[in-house]
């Protein structure tokens, strides 16, 4: 099992503490003269196994070595010297000055804390409770081998390790439970990260594939019309070249004309690799050049309804907008055989509305297989991976309407 982050750090901070407290302890010894030979004794010896655990706990290379056990080793020596040490002052009765009590080096349950805590962090369930059941009986097989006749103290002894016993279990089940919790939300927490990852990735190739069939489009309806019709012109000039030469030299004009204008439009479609326009103009700006530009190289009559600006906009509705403002306009100009349009755009109520509308031939749109049909389905799944809604009413003969829909 892999360590909890920061775990280590922690229990060699209690290390440091826990070796503070022998210092100290000692220290009180000597101000109040009770520093026999057994009370130094017992200070070197708890100050040498705090020292112990501190540098078994500063060993890396024993940590890589033990793997899974070099924390179960820190935690018994953690909480197994603690118990024997507890036991050593009562047996050496170390007392203070006028008194009949032995001296008490620390609250044993409060140290014990700090293991049990880290054990239930790391460890399952079934561990914590071997640790406070082990604790309990080696620290009743300690009392009853250091039993001293005394009935009262024996028993009273024997009730405060059953209440620790109890009380640590409860602790324990709680933290262990918090701690599986917390793993569990963090394994889902990267589960979603993992599928967010691989659907981040899906989107990027599919709105690539999206870009390469939109420029095969592109590409057809301007360079391969325009390579077809002036291959055609030019069979056309050299049959007639010497029976009609006025004729041959009118229709390679022609041709010329066709050539500059598919030029023209093959150098459009390869600008719009090149960068975004949403880059330089912003939203409201990039469709008002979008729209500019199909009426310059159309007979469509376009009425645009568009600000000048559109602000605090988030980066995946600003392209959305235009993604679909930049597709409806081309089914416009190469399917709807319409030659009046209208586009506006308007932000009201925190929402923004784009609205395309043609009198075109139009198109049945309850018959109309979305699947197949790439151009209506980007643009839905473009609406949907915003939180928008679109909208297409059409009906033959009837011209078509598209409105877009999203939060700003």
């Given at each position: 099992m892999k360590h909890e982050p920061d775990i280590l750090s922690i229990f060699r901070l209690f290390a440091v503490l826990w070796l503070a407290l022998f210092l100290l302890a000692g220290l009180v010894l000597l101000i109040v003269e009770a520093f026999s030979r057994e009370a130094m004794i017992f200070c070197l010896a708890s100050v040498g196994n705090a020292l112990l655990l501190l540098g078994y706990l500063s060993w890396p290379r024993l940590a890589r070595r033990l793997g899974r056990a070099y924390l179960g080793i820190g935690i018994v020596i953690a909480s197994v010297v603690p118990i024997i040490a507890n036991h050593l002052v009562q047996l050496l009765q170390i007392h203070l000055p006028g008194t009949e009590t032995p001296f008490d080096m620390w609250p044993l349950a409060a140290i014990l804390f700090v293991p049990l805590v880290i054990l239930a962090w790391q460890h399952?369930?079934?561990?914590?409770?071997?640790f406070c059941l082990g604790t309990a009986l080696l620290d009743m097989i300690l009392l009853i081998l250091a039993a001293r006749g005394d009935e009262l103290y024996f028993f009273s002894q024997i009730h405060g390790i059953l209440g620790r016993t109890i009380s640590f279990s409860l602790v324990g089940y709680m933290v262990a439970r918090i701690t599986n919790l917390q793993r569990q939300q963090r394994q889902s927490l990267t589960d979603a990260n993992t599928r967010l990852v691989h659907y981040a990735e899906t989107l990027e190739q599919l709105t690539i594939t999206r870009e390469r069939n939109r420029l095969a489009r592109e590409l057809h309806d301007t360079l391969a019309h325009t390579l077809s019709a002036v291959a055609v012109e030019l069979e056309a000039v050299s049959a007639l070249w010497d029976v009609d030469s006025a004729q041959a030299r009118t229709m390679l004009a022609q041709s010329l004309t066709v050539t500059r204008t598919g030029l023209a439009e093959t150098r459009r479609a390869l600008q719009s690799l090149r960068s975004s326009p949403l880059?330089?103009?912003?939203?409201?700006?990039?469709?008002?050049?979008?729209?500019?530009?199909?009426t310059a190289r159309t007979n469509l009559t376009l009425d645009m309804h568009i600000p000048g600006r559109v602000d605090d906009l988030a980066p995946g509705v600003e392209q959305c907008f235009y993604r679909v403002a930049q597709e409806a306009l081309a089914n416009v100009v190469h399917h709807a055989q319409a030659?009046?349009?209208?586009?506006?755009?308007?932000?009201?109520?925190?929402?923004?509305?784009?609205?395309?509308?043609?009198?075109?031939?139009?198109?049945d749109a309850a018959t109309v297989d979305a699947e197949r049909c790439l151009g209506i389905r980007g643009m839905q799944e473009r609406a949907e991976m915003v939180g928008g809604s679109l909208e297409i009413d059409s009906a033959s003969g009837q011209g078509t309407r598209v409105r877009l829909i999203a939060k700003a």
């Open positions: 399952p369930l079934r561990d914590v409770i071997v880059e330089d103009l912003g939203l409201a700006l990039a469709i008002r050049q979008e729209a500019e530009s199909v030659r009046n349009a209208e586009i506006s755009l308007l932000k009201k109520d925190g929402h923004l509305v784009l609205n395309i509308s043609d009198d075109g031939c139009g198109f």
